[in-house]
Protein backbone atom coordinates (compact mmCIF):
# COMPACT_ATOMS: atom_id res chain seq x y z
CA UNK A 1 0.00 0.00 0.00
CA UNK A 2 1.14 3.37 -0.99
CA UNK A 3 0.38 6.01 1.14
CA UNK A 4 0.67 10.11 0.86
CA UNK A 5 2.64 12.40 3.17
CA UNK A 6 0.68 14.61 4.98
CA UNK A 7 0.65 18.29 3.26
CA UNK A 8 -0.29 20.36 6.43
CA UNK A 9 3.38 20.16 7.62
CA UNK A 10 4.50 23.84 7.36
CA UNK A 11 7.09 26.64 8.05
CA UNK A 12 6.21 30.05 7.60
CA UNK A 13 3.40 28.95 5.12
CA UNK A 14 5.55 27.00 3.08
CA UNK A 15 4.95 23.12 2.92
CA UNK A 16 7.78 21.92 4.63
CA UNK A 17 8.65 19.38 1.89
CA UNK A 18 9.72 22.27 -0.18
CA UNK A 19 11.86 23.56 2.24
CA UNK A 20 14.28 20.31 2.32
CA UNK A 21 14.12 20.40 -1.36
CA UNK A 22 15.54 24.00 -1.11
CA UNK A 23 17.67 23.36 1.48
CA UNK A 24 19.47 19.21 -0.32
CA UNK A 25 19.50 21.18 -3.58
CA UNK A 26 21.68 23.87 -2.57
CA UNK A 27 23.93 21.41 -0.91
CA UNK A 28 24.10 19.10 -3.97
CA UNK A 29 25.09 22.13 -6.06
CA UNK A 30 27.96 22.66 -4.07
CA UNK A 31 29.26 19.64 -4.33
CA UNK A 32 28.56 19.68 -8.62
CA UNK A 33 29.67 22.81 -8.98
CA UNK A 34 33.15 21.37 -7.50
CA UNK A 35 33.14 18.32 -9.74
CA UNK A 36 32.91 20.71 -12.87
CA UNK A 37 35.24 23.45 -12.23
CA UNK A 38 38.31 20.92 -11.54
CA UNK A 39 37.35 19.31 -14.67
CA UNK A 40 38.08 22.34 -16.44
CA UNK A 41 41.24 22.64 -14.53
CA UNK A 42 43.17 19.55 -15.43
CA UNK A 43 45.21 21.66 -18.16
CA UNK A 44 46.06 24.29 -15.59
CA UNK A 45 47.06 21.64 -13.10
CA UNK A 46 49.32 19.43 -15.18
CA UNK A 47 51.27 22.85 -15.65
CA UNK A 48 51.35 23.66 -12.17
CA UNK A 49 52.65 20.39 -10.68
CA UNK A 50 54.47 19.85 -14.15
CA UNK A 51 52.68 15.98 -14.82
CA UNK A 52 51.33 14.45 -17.41
CA UNK A 53 47.48 13.88 -18.20
CA UNK A 54 47.85 10.25 -16.44
CA UNK A 55 48.63 11.27 -13.31
CA UNK A 56 46.93 14.74 -13.14
CA UNK A 57 43.66 12.56 -13.50
CA UNK A 58 43.64 11.30 -10.29
CA UNK A 59 42.71 14.29 -8.96
CA UNK A 60 39.18 13.46 -10.31
CA UNK A 61 39.88 9.70 -10.48
CA UNK A 62 40.67 9.79 -6.77
CA UNK A 63 37.47 11.83 -5.98
CA UNK A 64 34.85 9.91 -7.65
CA UNK A 65 36.61 6.35 -6.63
CA UNK A 66 36.20 7.78 -3.06
CA UNK A 67 32.83 8.39 -3.19
CA UNK A 68 31.90 4.86 -4.72
CA UNK A 69 33.98 3.38 -1.63
CA UNK A 70 32.13 5.46 1.13
CA UNK A 71 28.68 5.48 -0.30
CA UNK A 72 27.70 1.85 0.67
CA UNK A 73 28.19 3.35 4.05
CA UNK A 74 25.36 5.77 4.03
CA UNK A 75 22.50 3.66 5.45
CA UNK A 76 24.40 2.49 7.46
CA UNK A 77 25.91 5.51 9.24
CA UNK A 78 22.71 7.72 8.58
CA UNK A 79 20.49 4.84 11.08
CA UNK A 80 23.47 5.46 13.69
CA UNK A 81 23.58 9.31 13.55
CA UNK A 82 20.66 10.68 12.15
CA UNK A 83 20.08 12.06 8.96
CA UNK A 84 20.18 15.22 9.80
CA UNK A 85 22.91 15.48 11.15
CA UNK A 86 24.89 12.96 9.18
CA UNK A 87 24.02 15.95 6.30
CA UNK A 88 25.60 18.47 8.31
CA UNK A 89 28.83 16.52 9.39
CA UNK A 90 29.11 15.72 5.49
CA UNK A 91 28.71 19.18 4.51
CA UNK A 92 31.14 20.79 6.95
CA UNK A 93 33.71 17.46 6.07
CA UNK A 94 33.33 18.38 2.35
CA UNK A 95 33.88 22.25 2.60
CA UNK A 96 36.94 21.74 4.79
CA UNK A 97 37.98 19.14 2.41
CA UNK A 98 37.86 21.73 -0.37
CA UNK A 99 40.04 24.73 2.19
CA UNK A 100 42.55 21.58 2.67
CA UNK A 101 42.66 21.00 -1.30
CA UNK A 102 43.34 24.49 -1.87
CA UNK A 103 46.15 24.55 0.55
CA UNK A 104 47.84 21.49 -1.37
CA UNK A 105 51.62 21.96 -2.12
CA UNK A 106 51.98 18.98 -4.51
CA UNK A 107 50.41 16.70 -6.66
CA UNK A 108 50.36 13.65 -4.10
CA UNK A 109 48.63 16.04 -1.50
CA UNK A 110 46.04 17.15 -3.61
CA UNK A 111 45.12 13.65 -4.64
CA UNK A 112 45.02 12.46 -1.07
CA UNK A 113 42.77 15.97 -0.17
CA UNK A 114 40.90 15.33 -2.70
CA UNK A 115 40.10 11.85 -1.33
CA UNK A 116 38.78 13.25 1.79
CA UNK A 117 36.60 15.75 0.08
CA UNK A 118 35.74 12.61 -2.42
CA UNK A 119 34.24 10.93 0.82
CA UNK A 120 32.39 13.34 2.70
CA UNK A 121 30.58 14.73 -0.53
CA UNK A 122 29.81 10.80 -1.42
CA UNK A 123 27.00 11.40 1.49
CA UNK A 124 25.34 14.15 0.05
CA UNK A 125 23.86 12.99 -2.71
CA UNK A 126 21.80 9.89 -1.16
CA UNK A 127 21.12 11.79 2.01
CA UNK A 128 19.53 14.17 -0.44
CA UNK A 129 17.31 11.71 -1.78
CA UNK A 130 16.12 9.87 1.96
CA UNK A 131 15.53 13.88 2.96
CA UNK A 132 13.50 14.26 -0.23
CA UNK A 133 11.72 10.60 -0.09
CA UNK A 134 10.46 10.98 3.48
CA UNK A 135 8.75 14.08 2.35
CA UNK A 136 7.37 13.85 -1.05
CA UNK A 137 4.98 11.01 -1.79
CA UNK A 138 5.47 8.54 -4.82
CA UNK A 139 3.11 9.82 -6.95
CA UNK A 140 5.68 13.18 -7.26
CA UNK A 141 8.82 11.68 -6.75
CA UNK A 142 9.67 12.34 -10.67
CA UNK A 143 8.51 15.33 -10.41
CA UNK A 144 11.17 16.39 -7.27
CA UNK A 145 13.87 13.97 -8.92
CA UNK A 146 13.39 16.46 -11.69
CA UNK A 147 14.22 19.10 -9.16
CA UNK A 148 17.16 17.61 -7.48
CA UNK A 149 18.65 17.64 -11.36
CA UNK A 150 18.59 21.24 -11.61
CA UNK A 151 21.57 21.69 -8.93
CA UNK A 152 22.85 18.49 -10.87
CA UNK A 153 23.32 20.23 -14.17
CA UNK A 154 23.17 23.83 -13.32
CA UNK A 155 26.51 22.97 -11.55
CA UNK A 156 28.30 22.16 -14.77
CA UNK A 157 26.47 25.27 -16.57
CA UNK A 158 28.35 27.24 -14.35
CA UNK A 159 31.38 25.42 -12.91
CA UNK A 160 33.51 25.09 -16.45
CA UNK A 161 32.70 29.14 -16.95
CA UNK A 162 33.76 30.38 -13.14
CA UNK A 163 36.44 27.83 -13.02
CA UNK A 164 37.91 28.88 -16.31
CA UNK A 165 37.65 32.64 -15.67
CA UNK A 166 39.65 31.62 -12.20
CA UNK A 167 42.30 29.61 -13.33
CA UNK A 168 42.91 32.07 -16.53
CA UNK A 169 43.00 35.06 -14.44
CA UNK A 170 43.87 33.44 -10.86
CA UNK A 171 45.29 31.25 -8.73
CA UNK A 172 43.99 28.28 -9.10
CA UNK A 173 43.59 27.37 -5.77
CA UNK A 174 40.12 29.70 -5.70
CA UNK A 175 38.34 26.70 -7.48
CA UNK A 176 38.69 25.26 -3.75
CA UNK A 177 38.46 28.40 -1.86
CA UNK A 178 35.17 28.89 -3.47
CA UNK A 179 33.13 26.20 -1.86
CA UNK A 180 34.06 27.97 1.57
CA UNK A 181 31.06 30.64 2.21
CA UNK A 182 28.60 28.45 0.16
CA UNK A 183 29.77 25.29 2.86
CA UNK A 184 29.21 27.54 5.81
CA UNK A 185 25.89 28.80 4.21
CA UNK A 186 24.63 25.31 3.51
CA UNK A 187 25.56 24.08 6.78
CA UNK A 188 23.70 26.98 8.64
CA UNK A 189 20.52 26.26 6.47
CA UNK A 190 20.31 22.46 6.88
CA UNK A 191 21.04 23.01 10.99
CA UNK A 192 18.25 25.59 10.88
CA UNK A 193 15.60 23.88 8.88
CA UNK A 194 16.18 20.53 8.85
CA UNK A 195 14.27 17.65 11.13
CA UNK A 196 16.07 14.88 12.42
CA UNK A 197 14.86 11.29 11.79
CA UNK A 198 15.12 8.02 13.64
CA UNK A 199 18.36 6.95 14.99
CA UNK A 200 18.95 3.23 15.26
CA UNK A 201 21.59 2.76 17.39
CA UNK A 202 22.40 -1.08 17.07
CA UNK A 203 22.90 -1.43 13.64
CA UNK A 204 25.89 -3.62 13.20
CA UNK A 205 28.55 -2.67 10.02
CA UNK A 206 29.80 -5.45 7.82
CA UNK A 207 33.64 -5.23 7.86
CA UNK A 208 34.48 -7.92 5.83
CA UNK A 209 32.15 -6.61 2.72
CA UNK A 210 33.53 -2.81 3.05
CA UNK A 211 37.09 -3.85 2.86
CA UNK A 212 36.58 -6.44 0.06
CA UNK A 213 34.83 -3.38 -1.63
CA UNK A 214 36.88 -0.40 -0.81
CA UNK A 215 40.43 -2.30 -1.54
CA UNK A 216 39.06 -4.24 -4.45
CA UNK A 217 37.53 -1.41 -6.21
CA UNK A 218 40.81 0.75 -5.35
CA UNK A 219 43.51 -1.96 -7.06
CA UNK A 220 40.97 -2.25 -9.94
CA UNK A 221 41.20 1.45 -11.06
CA UNK A 222 44.95 2.04 -10.14
CA UNK A 223 45.49 -0.96 -12.38
CA UNK A 224 43.06 1.02 -15.18
CA UNK A 225 44.84 3.81 -14.82
CA UNK A 226 48.47 2.79 -14.44
CA UNK A 227 47.96 0.45 -17.52
CA UNK A 228 48.39 3.43 -20.14
CA UNK A 229 51.96 4.23 -18.98
CA UNK A 230 53.13 0.95 -17.86
CA UNK A 231 51.21 -1.37 -20.48
CA UNK A 232 48.91 -3.91 -19.84
CA UNK A 233 51.67 -6.81 -19.30
CA UNK A 234 52.94 -5.12 -16.83
CA UNK A 235 53.39 -7.10 -12.95
CA UNK A 236 51.82 -4.40 -11.08
CA UNK A 237 48.86 -3.48 -13.40
CA UNK A 238 48.03 -7.52 -14.47
CA UNK A 239 48.64 -7.82 -10.36
CA UNK A 240 45.97 -4.98 -9.38
CA UNK A 241 43.22 -6.38 -11.75
CA UNK A 242 43.49 -9.16 -10.84
CA UNK A 243 43.60 -9.13 -7.14
CA UNK A 244 40.69 -6.18 -7.45
CA UNK A 245 38.71 -8.46 -9.34
CA UNK A 246 38.76 -11.31 -7.11
CA UNK A 247 38.21 -8.92 -4.11
CA UNK A 248 35.50 -7.90 -5.78
CA UNK A 249 33.80 -11.46 -6.96
CA UNK A 250 34.64 -11.72 -2.76
CA UNK A 251 32.63 -8.91 -1.74
CA UNK A 252 29.74 -10.31 -3.93
CA UNK A 253 29.39 -13.51 -2.33
CA UNK A 254 29.75 -11.84 0.85
CA UNK A 255 26.99 -9.74 0.09
CA UNK A 256 24.49 -12.82 -1.29
CA UNK A 257 25.53 -15.08 1.83
CA UNK A 258 24.78 -11.95 4.19
CA UNK A 259 21.18 -11.57 2.77
CA UNK A 260 20.19 -15.09 3.16
CA UNK A 261 21.24 -15.46 6.57
CA UNK A 262 18.64 -12.43 7.26
CA UNK A 263 21.79 -10.46 8.42
CA UNK A 264 22.69 -6.84 7.64
CA UNK A 265 25.30 -6.52 4.65
CA UNK A 266 26.72 -3.20 3.36
CA UNK A 267 24.85 -3.65 0.20
CA UNK A 268 21.73 -5.54 -0.71
CA UNK A 269 22.71 -6.69 -3.54
CA UNK A 270 19.24 -9.16 -4.13
CA UNK A 271 17.69 -5.72 -5.28
CA UNK A 272 19.16 -6.97 -8.67
CA UNK A 273 16.62 -9.71 -9.08
CA UNK A 274 14.13 -7.11 -9.81
CA UNK A 275 14.00 -6.22 -13.55
CA UNK A 276 13.58 -2.65 -13.80
CA UNK A 277 16.57 -2.10 -11.00
CA UNK A 278 18.67 -3.92 -12.96
CA UNK A 279 17.94 -2.86 -16.72
CA UNK A 280 17.55 0.62 -15.07
CA UNK A 281 21.22 0.58 -13.60
CA UNK A 282 22.94 -1.09 -16.66
CA UNK A 283 21.63 2.00 -18.50
CA UNK A 284 22.78 4.53 -16.22
CA UNK A 285 26.52 2.93 -16.22
CA UNK A 286 26.27 3.68 -19.27
CA UNK A 287 24.94 6.79 -19.80
CA UNK A 288 27.28 8.00 -16.64
CA UNK A 289 30.14 7.03 -19.06
CA UNK A 290 28.98 8.98 -21.83
CA UNK A 291 28.73 12.18 -19.24
CA UNK A 292 31.90 11.92 -17.54
CA UNK A 293 34.07 10.05 -20.84
CA UNK A 294 32.94 13.55 -22.23
CA UNK A 295 33.17 16.13 -19.68
CA UNK A 296 36.91 14.82 -18.79
CA UNK A 297 38.08 14.91 -22.53
CA UNK A 298 36.38 18.43 -23.80
CA UNK A 299 37.76 20.42 -22.13
CA UNK A 300 41.00 18.94 -22.61
CA UNK A 301 39.90 19.09 -26.60
CA UNK A 302 39.38 23.04 -26.29
CA UNK A 303 42.11 24.39 -24.42
CA UNK A 304 44.89 21.66 -25.85
CA UNK A 305 43.93 21.22 -29.42
CA UNK A 306 42.39 24.46 -29.48
CA UNK A 307 44.86 26.22 -27.94
CA UNK A 308 41.72 28.56 -25.75
CA UNK A 309 41.89 29.54 -22.44
CA UNK A 310 40.09 27.98 -19.84
CA UNK A 311 37.82 31.17 -19.35
CA UNK A 312 36.78 30.73 -23.30
CA UNK A 313 36.53 26.82 -22.92
CA UNK A 314 34.00 27.80 -20.06
CA UNK A 315 32.00 30.07 -22.14
CA UNK A 316 32.18 27.29 -24.68
CA UNK A 317 30.53 24.89 -22.41
CA UNK A 318 27.51 26.90 -20.78
CA UNK A 319 24.81 26.81 -23.83
CA UNK A 320 25.74 22.30 -23.40
CA UNK A 321 24.40 22.68 -19.94
CA UNK A 322 22.07 24.44 -19.80
CA UNK A 323 20.46 22.24 -22.57
CA UNK A 324 20.87 19.35 -19.98
CA UNK A 325 19.11 21.50 -17.10
CA UNK A 326 16.07 21.92 -19.58
CA UNK A 327 16.01 18.60 -20.24
CA UNK A 328 16.32 17.36 -17.00
CA UNK A 329 13.28 19.44 -16.28
CA UNK A 330 10.75 18.15 -19.13
CA UNK A 331 12.15 14.44 -18.12
CA UNK A 332 11.36 14.77 -14.84
CA UNK A 333 7.48 15.67 -15.32
CA UNK A 334 7.41 13.83 -18.50
CA UNK A 335 8.17 10.46 -16.18
CA UNK A 336 5.28 11.12 -14.26
CA UNK A 337 2.84 11.04 -17.06
CA UNK A 338 3.97 8.51 -19.65
CA UNK A 339 6.56 6.56 -17.89
CA UNK A 340 10.28 5.75 -18.07
CA UNK A 341 10.96 4.13 -21.87
CA UNK A 342 8.81 6.94 -23.59
CA UNK A 343 11.38 9.66 -22.23
CA UNK A 344 14.42 7.70 -22.04
CA UNK A 345 14.78 5.87 -25.46
CA UNK A 346 14.48 9.01 -27.16
CA UNK A 347 17.00 10.62 -25.05
CA UNK A 348 19.20 7.90 -25.74
CA UNK A 349 19.21 7.75 -29.49
CA UNK A 350 19.57 11.33 -29.40
CA UNK A 351 22.86 10.78 -27.20
CA UNK A 352 24.04 7.91 -29.80
CA UNK A 353 23.63 10.62 -32.77
CA UNK A 354 25.99 13.18 -30.85
CA UNK A 355 28.45 10.70 -29.68
CA UNK A 356 28.68 9.17 -33.96
CA UNK A 357 29.12 13.00 -34.91
CA UNK A 358 31.89 13.15 -32.50
CA UNK A 359 33.63 10.22 -34.13
CA UNK A 360 34.75 12.75 -36.73
CA UNK A 361 35.29 15.71 -34.58
CA UNK A 362 38.53 17.41 -35.43
CA UNK A 363 40.21 20.85 -34.90
CA UNK A 364 39.23 22.95 -37.61
CA UNK A 365 35.18 22.53 -36.88
CA UNK A 366 34.18 26.21 -36.28
CA UNK A 367 33.25 25.95 -32.98
CA UNK A 368 29.86 27.53 -33.30
CA UNK A 369 28.98 23.99 -34.75
CA UNK A 370 31.10 22.61 -32.17
CA UNK A 371 28.23 24.31 -29.49
CA UNK A 372 25.55 22.20 -31.65
CA UNK A 373 26.96 19.00 -30.69
CA UNK A 374 27.55 19.56 -27.33
CA UNK A 375 23.76 20.87 -26.95
CA UNK A 376 22.58 17.59 -28.70
CA UNK A 377 24.71 15.53 -26.64
CA UNK A 378 23.53 16.93 -23.00
CA UNK A 379 20.22 17.09 -23.98
CA UNK A 380 20.27 13.51 -24.67
CA UNK A 381 21.85 12.70 -21.17
CA UNK A 382 19.39 15.25 -19.75
CA UNK A 383 16.45 13.26 -20.77
CA UNK A 384 18.03 10.34 -19.08
CA UNK A 385 19.66 10.31 -16.39
CA UNK A 386 16.91 10.91 -13.64
CA UNK A 387 14.62 9.47 -15.62
CA UNK A 388 16.53 6.09 -15.12
CA UNK A 389 16.85 6.92 -11.03
CA UNK A 390 13.72 7.06 -10.86
CA UNK A 391 12.41 3.68 -12.66
CA UNK A 392 15.38 1.98 -10.99
CA UNK A 393 13.59 1.89 -7.64
CA UNK A 394 9.93 2.19 -8.91
CA UNK A 395 9.08 -1.26 -8.27
CA UNK A 396 11.37 -1.52 -5.07
CA UNK A 397 8.84 -2.21 -1.59
CA UNK A 398 9.24 0.71 0.49
CA UNK A 399 11.38 -1.62 3.27
CA UNK A 400 14.12 -2.23 0.71
CA UNK A 401 14.36 1.23 -0.89
CA UNK A 402 17.09 2.35 1.70
CA UNK A 403 19.62 -0.52 0.40
CA UNK A 404 18.57 0.02 -2.66
CA UNK A 405 19.14 3.48 -3.48
CA UNK A 406 22.34 2.91 -1.70
CA UNK A 407 23.36 0.11 -4.39
CA UNK A 408 22.05 2.87 -7.09
CA UNK A 409 24.20 5.74 -5.69
CA UNK A 410 27.35 3.31 -5.44
CA UNK A 411 26.76 2.15 -8.90
CA UNK A 412 26.84 5.43 -10.17
CA UNK A 413 29.90 7.16 -7.98
CA UNK A 414 31.84 3.86 -9.40
CA UNK A 415 30.75 4.14 -13.01
CA UNK A 416 31.79 7.95 -13.02
CA UNK A 417 35.44 6.47 -11.84
CA UNK A 418 35.51 3.42 -14.10
CA UNK A 419 34.64 6.06 -17.26
CA UNK A 420 37.93 8.14 -16.30
CA UNK A 421 40.00 5.89 -15.29
CA UNK A 422 39.28 4.05 -18.70
CA UNK A 423 39.01 6.77 -20.86
CA UNK A 424 42.10 8.59 -19.77
CA UNK A 425 43.63 4.99 -20.49
CA UNK A 426 42.31 4.62 -23.76
CA UNK A 427 43.22 7.79 -24.90
CA UNK A 428 46.73 7.91 -23.92
CA UNK A 429 47.83 4.20 -25.22
CA UNK A 430 45.78 5.13 -28.10
CA UNK A 431 47.36 8.53 -28.73
CA UNK A 432 50.98 6.13 -28.60
CA UNK A 433 49.38 4.13 -31.27
CA UNK A 434 47.99 6.57 -33.78
CA UNK A 435 51.09 8.75 -33.27
CA UNK A 436 53.59 5.42 -34.19
CA UNK A 437 51.91 4.89 -37.01
CA UNK A 438 51.73 8.19 -38.14
CA UNK A 439 55.67 8.99 -37.99
CA UNK A 440 55.93 5.69 -40.43
CA UNK A 441 54.18 7.91 -42.70
CA UNK A 442 56.74 10.52 -42.69
CA UNK A 443 58.68 9.43 -45.89
CA UNK A 444 60.46 11.99 -48.47
CA UNK A 445 58.30 11.18 -50.82
CA UNK A 446 54.84 12.00 -48.22
CA UNK A 447 53.57 15.25 -47.97
CA UNK A 448 55.08 15.52 -44.31
CA UNK A 449 58.31 15.16 -46.01
CA UNK A 450 58.41 17.74 -48.35
CA UNK A 451 56.62 19.91 -45.45
CA UNK A 452 59.81 18.94 -43.81
CA UNK A 453 61.90 19.97 -46.99
CA UNK A 454 59.83 23.31 -47.55
CA UNK A 455 60.73 24.45 -43.40
CA UNK A 456 64.21 23.43 -43.59
CA UNK A 457 64.86 25.31 -47.03
CA UNK A 458 62.68 28.29 -45.14
CA UNK A 459 65.05 28.70 -42.41
CA UNK A 460 68.43 28.06 -44.34
CA UNK A 461 67.30 31.07 -46.67
CA UNK A 462 67.13 33.19 -43.31
CA UNK A 463 70.80 31.74 -42.08
CA UNK A 464 69.94 28.74 -40.16
CA UNK A 465 72.70 25.94 -40.94
CA UNK A 466 71.12 22.81 -42.70
CA UNK A 467 71.25 20.56 -39.55
CA UNK A 468 69.68 23.11 -37.18
CA UNK A 469 66.52 23.89 -39.94
CA UNK A 470 66.10 19.88 -40.39
CA UNK A 471 66.36 19.78 -36.80
CA UNK A 472 63.65 22.16 -36.21
CA UNK A 473 61.32 21.34 -39.22
CA UNK A 474 61.36 17.52 -37.88
CA UNK A 475 60.44 19.45 -34.43
CA UNK A 476 57.57 21.24 -35.97
CA UNK A 477 55.95 18.03 -37.74
CA UNK A 478 56.31 16.21 -34.93
CA UNK A 479 54.20 18.77 -33.07
CA UNK A 480 51.56 18.74 -36.02
CA UNK A 481 51.79 14.54 -35.78
CA UNK A 482 50.77 14.79 -31.98
CA UNK A 483 47.91 17.01 -32.36
CA UNK A 484 46.57 14.62 -34.77
CA UNK A 485 46.98 11.55 -32.98
CA UNK A 486 45.71 12.83 -29.61
CA UNK A 487 42.81 13.96 -31.60
CA UNK A 488 42.36 10.26 -33.15
CA UNK A 489 42.73 8.94 -29.92
CA UNK A 490 39.72 11.07 -28.94
CA UNK A 491 38.11 9.79 -31.56
CA UNK A 492 38.49 6.29 -31.12
CA UNK A 493 36.97 7.44 -26.72
CA UNK A 494 34.07 8.81 -28.31
CA UNK A 495 33.29 5.45 -30.55
CA UNK A 496 32.89 3.77 -27.71
CA UNK A 497 30.74 5.59 -25.62
CA UNK A 498 28.31 5.38 -29.01
CA UNK A 499 28.70 1.54 -28.95
CA UNK A 500 27.31 2.26 -25.17
CA UNK A 501 24.31 4.18 -26.14
CA UNK A 502 23.45 1.96 -28.65
CA UNK A 503 23.97 -1.04 -25.59
CA UNK A 504 21.77 1.52 -23.18
CA UNK A 505 18.90 1.78 -25.61
CA UNK A 506 18.95 -1.80 -25.73
CA UNK A 507 18.76 -2.45 -21.89
CA UNK A 508 16.38 0.40 -21.43
CA UNK A 509 13.75 -1.53 -23.69
CA UNK A 510 13.36 -3.93 -20.73
CA UNK A 511 12.83 -1.77 -17.97
CA UNK A 512 9.70 -2.28 -16.54
CA UNK A 513 9.59 0.67 -14.36
CA UNK A 514 6.47 3.00 -16.24
CA UNK A 515 4.31 4.98 -15.22
CA UNK A 516 2.16 4.30 -12.00
CA UNK A 517 -0.44 6.08 -10.57
CA UNK A 518 0.05 6.01 -6.49
CA UNK A 519 -2.46 5.47 -4.29
CA UNK A 520 -3.54 8.24 -1.66
CA UNK A 521 -4.70 7.17 1.27
CA UNK A 522 -6.88 8.94 3.31
CA UNK A 523 -5.54 8.52 6.92
CA UNK A 524 -8.37 10.44 8.74
CA UNK A 525 -10.15 7.14 7.81
CA UNK A 526 -7.99 4.74 8.78
CA UNK A 527 -7.86 2.81 12.17
CA UNK A 528 -4.89 3.16 14.57
CA UNK A 529 -3.10 -0.03 13.50
CA UNK A 530 -3.63 0.91 9.85
CA UNK A 531 -1.88 3.88 11.10
CA UNK A 532 0.54 2.95 12.54
CA UNK A 533 1.24 0.72 9.37
CA UNK A 534 0.71 3.38 7.17
CA UNK A 535 3.93 5.63 9.24
CA UNK A 536 6.03 2.62 9.57
CA UNK A 537 5.53 2.32 6.12
CA UNK A 538 6.76 5.79 5.54
CA UNK A 539 9.62 5.79 8.11
CA UNK A 540 11.02 2.39 5.83
CA UNK A 541 10.44 4.74 2.85
CA UNK A 542 12.33 7.77 3.95
CA UNK A 543 15.44 6.00 4.47
CA UNK A 544 15.31 5.50 0.90
CA UNK A 545 19.65 6.30 0.52
Same mark, same amino acid.
Given at each position: ??????????????????????????????????????????????????????????????????????????????????????????????????????????????????????????????????????????????????????????????????????????????????????????????????????????????????????????????????????????????????????????????????????? &?? +? #?? =??? @???????????? %?? $????????????????????????????????????????????????????????????????????????????????????? &?? +? #?? =??? @???????????? %?? $??????????????????????????????????????????????????????????????????????????????????????? +? #?? =????????????????? $??????????????????????????????????????????????
Amino acid at each position: MQVSVPAAKREGGLPYKWIVAGVVIFGIFMSILDGTIVNIAVPRLETAFGSDLNSVQWVLTAYTLAQGVATPLTAFLADRIGTKRFYILSLAGFTLGSVLCGLSWSLPMLILFRIMQGVAGAFLSPLAITLLYREFPPQERGTVMGALGIPILLGPALGPTIGGYIVTYMDWQLIFYINLPIGILGVLLAFFFLHEGEIVPDKKFDIPGFLCSGIGLALLLYGLSDASTDGWTSPIVMGSLIVGIVLLIAFVLVELRLSRRGK &QP +L #LD =LTV @FADRSFSTSSIA %SI $LVVFALYGGLFLIPIYLQNLRGLSAYQAGLVLLPQALASMVAVLVGGRLVDRIGVRAVVIPGLIILAIAMWLYTSLNTSIPIGDF &QW +L #LI =LRS @FGIGLCLQPLSV %SA $LSNIQPRRLSQASSVSTTIRFVGSSLAVAIIATLVQSQNKVHYAHLAEQVTPTSSFGHLVMMIQAGLMGKGASAIAAYAYALKTIGG +L #LQ =LRSYMMAMQDAFRVSFF $LAIVAIIATLFVTGNKKKAVVVDEASMSAEERAEAEKAREEASMAL
